[in-house]
């Protein structure tokens, strides 16, 4: 039993930068893997980028590869997504999530969401050009 909460979702300018945090709580947090997807109006939650909770290996969408960082912080329980050069394609609700391979996640590849078995609620980022 975990809970996400997403925060630092704001409207910025196209090519500005922006930080999102993603913080757990709850009976305990020991999802292998953390990660983030997105959903733009009238489009499918997709993938963004994920990262391994002990190693910190990470995985990334083709679309923000070289624009986005996803780290964490282990001590305070806490995803992160640094976006710079951000596009008026990323405007979307951004959600973290936990996959866990001994729950079952390990089923999925890392980018499917099907894998992840706790979602936060959602932080909105808007791009303007």
């Known amino acids: 039993q975990v809970q996400l909460v997403e925060s630092g979702g704001a409207l910025v300018q196209a090519g500005g930068s922006l930080r999102l945090s993603c913080a757990a709580s709850g009976r305990t947090f020991n999802s292998t893997t953390l990660g983030w997807f997105r959903q733009a109006p009238g489009n499918e939650r997709v993938f963004v980028a994920a990262?391994?909770?002990?190693?910190?290996?990470?995985f990334y969408a083709e679309s923000v590869k070289d624009r986005f960082i996803i780290s964490r912080d282990k001590d305070k329980n806490t995803l992160y997504l640094q976006m710079n050069s951000l596009k008026a394609e990323d405007t979307a609700v951004y959600y973290c999530a936990t996959r866990d391979a001994r729950d079952g996640g390990g089923y999925y590849r890392i980018p499917d969401l099907r894998g992840y078995a706790y979602w936060g609620q959602g932080t909105q980022v808007t791009v303007s050009s």
């Open positions: 990262i391994s909770w002990i190693g910190g290996t990470t």
